[in-house]
């Protein structure tokens, strides 16, 4: 069976309001300018050599997990400055289980950092959830992208699964 098309994610019509998240490997600085501009919110993983300058410190949670919150801009010259102009916040977090920090970078600033820790820490429930589905449903690839597209093909797999036993 062919594979399906890729789809731009700029190209999705996000619900208002969305956030999206994912790993640092799809860093896309016009992708994360698009969705500033269009109010999408977004949470994910900032590069090592991401080159910025601290606007403004925040106030971080006394006893949890975030080790720093901070507004950001990317410096001239570098590629995410003009890809990205927009000021984007910075919010570094204690991986207590891995024992490693993690920054985490996004345009959010209205929840508090240990709801932006969270919100990245439940991506990986979501990945854990979809690789299970895979395996155990045997779904190689999904065909389709919206919501009634992976409904039916879930419950297809269901089906042919509950057959099978």
Request: aromatic share 8%; charged share 30%.
């Given at each position: 069976m062919p594979r399906p098309p890729l789809v731009k994610a700029s190209s999705i019509p996000w619900l208002d309001p969305t956030i999206v998240t994912m790993g640092r490997g799809y860093n896309d600085y016009k992708l994360f300018a698009y969705w500033t501009e269009n109010g999408i919110f977004f949470v994910t993983r900032m590069k090592d050599n991401a080159d910025y300058t601290v606007m403004e410190e925040r106030v971080s949670p006394k006893n949890r997990n975030i080790l720093s919150d901070q507004l950001i801009r990317f410096?001239?010259?570098?590629?995410?400055?003009?890809?990205?102009?927009?000021?984007?916040?910075?919010?570094?977090?204690?991986?207590?289980?891995?024992?490693?920090?993690?920054?985490?970078?996004?345009?959010?600033?209205?929840?508090?950092?240990t709801t932006i820790s969270a919100i990245y820490k439940d991506r990986w429930q979501i990945k854990l959830f979809f690789k299970a589905l895979k395996q155990n449903l045997k779904i190689k690839t999904f065909v389709g992208t919206s919501e009634n597209a992976l409904y039916i093909q879930i419950w297809t797999a269901l089906i042919l699964a509950n057959k099978q036993t």
């Open positions: 410096n001239d010259g570098y590629t995410a400055q003009r890809n990205c102009p927009h000021i984007l916040r910075r919010v570094m977090v204690w991986d207590k289980e891995n024992e490693r920090e993690i920054v985490l970078l996004t345009k959010h600033l209205k929840f508090g950092a």
